[in-house]
């Protein structure tokens, strides 16, 4: 995904704003797949690509049988039904006029033919299974709490019953206990109707709570892949193990592995050749200016650097 | 040891249409020179208003009913406004969340460090320029010249946070209130940051409070911890006690609840919410929360201590 930068004196290149560059994922059915990295790494942008909020510059988004990115507009908007969002903004996501049951019935309305009566029966359905009572159906965001606010969203997302649920930092706006009652919840779902999610966040102690597998990117590229337990035991990128070394462990007596990266992440319009980290990695070596191979290290588990 | 700050039986109350909400509820803690003290607890806990207290920054419809906070020997809130204005900036400074929006933003970085420097140390305004720069260099800014002649919008989160650092440490002040300087920075940056604030702190001899939510940081920075829940203050604890042998019933629930990167581990979330604050229950705050719960908690949590420097507010621990 390429994004031009107008420029304001005539005669100039047009700079590209390479948010991504060559990503390749793929999300099993049943499966969580955790997307994780800094801002600017391009989680965010790869989960619009995905939903076709926006249009990839090039590349193809392959939803079961179908490629997304053929799909005229209303077909594609047909089959929005089965690939949902949760965006990070509880509040900012929903529409302060609707009331939490009509917010609700929304995505009922649009997507499916369900009969007045039915849709009603399913709203109220899907706030049992979020865990909001029917006492809260005639509210109004604005008279809940942060924490109930995201179980409507997540309502919202879930009442079509999608085949794919994209979750776009869910818990980063919530406090500690709320957030772990959203997690709970997610994995809940998950258990109970066998959801898929694409799950973005920074917050790694939380994708390695809810996520089967996970990708990391840095700068537009995945640099490192692998299921959730073997990629924080035996974390292979120097990224993913700066990133590891850098969250606070609970626990005064935890000596953390000490990777530390230099500098800030560079600017997406200038990007370095070879491998994007180089110029921060304690590591890195003259081969790293040539192109990245990608290597499997252990099943499932591939990493993109020269020196793994 | 005398501590450098001590406050105690801090209440604070805000009047609102809807009633008298009771903020902070008989809070207390200490911190010694050089130490660094975590408070800790969820949004609405009474954190940030105990610092604002600390600061004399309430404004209505805030008030502290009653309370005493002894700084460096002195009664904060016998001051006079012009004597607070004093300890303000060059003896206590605080560092705030958002670093962008705490940041004169049509004022380059660099003056705004020299206009503290003039105000509180006296400076002329040729040494003070260089004093910003070497400050901003301090605080691990590259190119720091450059840097000082920016304005916020020019820099980073990161690098507006080196830059509230820089001047929150400039007047050599003697406590540091950090009310969550890394929350909304990325994963590297926050670490950088509290690096920075430990190396700076342990440099200077300045204390910090240190308010967060994140147990992760308290273990990382803290020599000391305190627990606030619903404005009571719970349990005070050094930090390895704290992990290792946390005693009121609300830290062992909030230790529980969070999800660790390093191992998996079960999580459980806190059960219950907290208490409106409009008409919060006698006694101890958590009881409606708290399975340990009994009848006497509603008569008050007496503080009890459990071991050296390790002191817990609930009448369901037993004491030495």
């Not at chain 1, 509880?90 to 033919?113: D, G, I």
């Not at chain 2, 006698?282 to 390790?310: W, Y």
Request: positive net charge; hydrophobic residues 45%.
């Amino acid at each position: 995904m390429h994004f031009p930068l107008r420029s304001w004196l005539p005669g100039r290149a047009p700079r590209v704003v390479h948010a991504l560059d060559g990503v390749t994922l793929h999300v099993d059915a049943a499966e969580t797949l955790g997307l994780v990295g800094e801002s600017g790494c391009g989680k965010s942008t790869l989960a619009r690509c995905v939903l076709r909020l926006i249009e990839p510059t090039a590349g193809r988004v392959r939803f079961e049988d179908t490629d997304l990115t053929a799909l005229g507009e209303e077909e594609m908007r047909r089959r929005r039904r089965d690939l949902q969002m949760v965006f990070q903004d509880p509040t900012a996501s929903l529409n302060p006029r609707l009331s939490v049951a009509a917010t609700v019935e929304e995505p009922l309305a649009l997507h499916t033919e369900l009969t007045t009566e039915a849709r009603r029966a399913r709203v109220d359905e899907v706030l049992d299974e979020v865990g909001l009572g029917a006492g809260l159906r005639d509210r109004y965001p604005h008279q809940l709490s942060g924490g109930q606010r995201q179980r409507v969203n997540i309502a919202r997302a879930i009442a079509t019953r999608p085949r794919l649920v994209v979750l776009d930092e869910p818990t980063s706006a919530l406090d500690v206990s709320l957030r772990a009652r959203v997690i709970l919840l997610l994995r809940e779902l998950k258990r109970r109707i066998g959801m898929t999610y694409l799950f973005i966040s920074h917050d790694l102690s939380t994708v390695r709570y809810l996520c089967d597998r996970v990708a990391v990117m840095y700068l537009g590229v995945v640099v490192e892949e692998a299921p959730a337990g073997e990629l924080f035991d035996h974390p292979a990128h120097p990224y993913t193990r700066a990133l590891l070394s850098c969250i606070p462990i609970p626990d005064p007596d935890a000596v953390p592995e000490r990777l530390t990266l230099t500098g800030e992440v560079p600017s997406p319009v200038d990007v370095p050749s070879g491998c994007r980290l180089r110029g921060r990695c304690p590591l890195a070596q003259p081969v790293c200016a040539e192109p990245v191979p990608v290597r499997l290290v252990a099943p499932g588990h591939t990493v993109a650097c020269h020196l793994a | 040891m005398t501590p450098l700050l001590a406050v105690e039986d801090l209440t604070i109350h805000f009047d609102t249409e809807d009633g008298v909400v009771h903020a902070v509820d008989g809070a207390a803690l200490a911190i010694g020179p050089g130490e660094v003290v975590g408070l800790v607890g969820e949004s609405g806990s009474g954190k940030s208003v105990t610092a604002l207290a600390i600061l004399r920054l309430l404004r209505p419809p805030a008030r502290v009913t009653s309370g005493r906070i002894r700084f460096d020997g002195r009664d904060l809130l016998a001051l006079s406004e012009e004597e607070m204005r004093a300890v303000r900036g060059a003896r206590i400074s605080m560092v705030f969340q958002s670093p962008r929006t705490s940041l004169n933003p049509v004022l380059p970085v660099g003056r705004q460090i020299e206009r503290l420097l003039v105000r509180h140390r006296g400076a002329r305004p040729a040494e003070a320029r260089a004093q910003a720069v070497a400050m901003l260099r301090e605080a691990g800014l590259a190119e720091p010249e450059r840097r000082a002649r920016q304005y916020a919008h020019q820099l980073s989160g990161g690098m507006c946070q080196r830059v509230m650092v820089a001047m929150a440490l400039a007047t050599n002040p003697r406590l540091l209130i950090a009310d969550e300087p890394t929350t909304g920075l990325d994963v590297s940056i926050a670490a950088q940051i509290l690096d920075l604030l430990r190396d700076l702190g342990r440099r200077t001899g300045a204390a910090i409070l240190l308010i967060t939510h994140d147990l992760g940081v308290v273990a990382r920075l803290c020599d000391r911890v305190v627990v606030m829940h619903a404005g009571q203050t719970v349990e005070w604890a050094p930090v390895r006690g704290l992990f290792h042998a946390p005693a009121h019933p609300y830290t062992r629930a909030l230790i529980r609840s969070i999800p660790r990167v390093d191992r998996a581990v079960a999580m459980e979330p806190i059960a219950g919410v907290v208490p409106s604050l409009l008409a919060p229950p006698p006694g101890c705050r958590f009881a409606s929360r708290c399975d340990l719960v009994r009848t006497q908690c509603a008569a008050g949590a007496p503080v009890r201590t459990v071991e050296a420097e390790h002191r817990v507010a609930c009448v369901a621990v037993a004491g030495v």
